[in-house]
T-cell receptor, first 114, second 115 residues
Framework: DAMVIQNPRYQVTQFGKPVTLSCSQT?????MYWYQQKSSQAPKLLFH???????NEADTPDNFQSRRPNTSFCFLDIRSPGLGDAAMYLC?????????????FGSGTRLTVV | AQSVAQPEDQVNVAEGNPLTVKCTYS??????LFWYVQYPNRGLQFLLK??????LVKGSYGFEAEFNKSQTSFHLKKPSALVSDSALYFC?????????????FGAGTRLTVKP
């Protein structure tokens, strides 16, 4: 089945140690998003790729970076994780062309910072 | 600003009773409204959407939602709740940005269905 896959499901990293979360999709959607979700709050958009165009939200910390080497893969890099970065990170995809389309979410990666 | 609001943090219902999870929206133009459900340690799953047409929209797992333009509401409903419906529910509106579309989520409502 076409889907969005996030790896790993659970990630434990040390304070200040760089960490990378990955997302892959078989939907061939041209837009990919990264969200941060804390404590059952609403997901907060960090950035998204529209094809190869990177779009950063104004309040996304510089500590967060992203890469999209091809249509299928997108990575979230946290350069120096702090305790406040512990959260669920959600990847989502959508096709272009209109507001009528919803997003397809991956299962998320829960990041713990120790 | 285009947004949705979920006025209830928590909704508790007994199994077999009808449930309603409320959502109101503030959108200029025609709204594109969505409901998502999130189970523990999982991503968001699409339930249903309203784009145009009938005000009553039917979705997955027996859920439905009623679009009410005069009240700017899009409440999620189910005639008979199941314990397995217990989860976090998000209402969302999709807005047109200059280069893409953006999904704006409500704060979420935790639904607990008790046996």
């Amino acid at each position: 089945d076409a889907m969005v896959i996030q790896n790993p499901r659970y990630q434990v990293t040390q304070f200040g140690k760089p960490v990378t979360l990955s997302c892959s999709q078989t939907l061939n959607h041209n837009v990919m998003y990264w969200y941060q979700q804390k404590s059952s709050q609403a997901p907060k958009l960090l950035f998204h790729y529209y094809d190869k165009d990177f779009n950063n939200e104004a309040d996304t910390p510089d500590n967060f970076q992203s890469r999209r080497p091809n249509t299928s893969f997108c990575f979230l890099d946290i350069r120096s994780p702090g305790l406040g970065d512990a959260a669920m990170y959600l990847c989502a995809t959508s096709s272009q062309g209109g507001t009528a389309y919803g997003y397809t979410f991956g299962s998320g990666t829960r990041l713990t910072v120790v | 600003a285009q947004s949705v609001a979920q006025p209830e943090d928590q909704v508790n219902v007994a199994e077999g009773n009808p449930l309603t999870v409320k959502c109101t929206y503030s959108v200029s133009g025609n709204p594109y409204l969505f409901w998502y459900v999130q189970y523990p340690n999982r991503g968001l799953q699409f339930l249903l959407k309203y784009i145009t047409g009938d005000n009553l929209v039917k979705g997955s797992y027996g859920f439905e939602a009623e679009f009410n333009k005069s009240q700017t509401s899009f409440h999620l409903k189910k005639p008979s709740a199941l314990v397995s419906d217990s989860a976090l529910y998000f209402c969302a509106v999709r807005v047109q940005l200059y280069n893409n579309n953006d999904m704006r989520f409500g704060a979420g409502t935790r639904l607990t269905v008790k046996p």
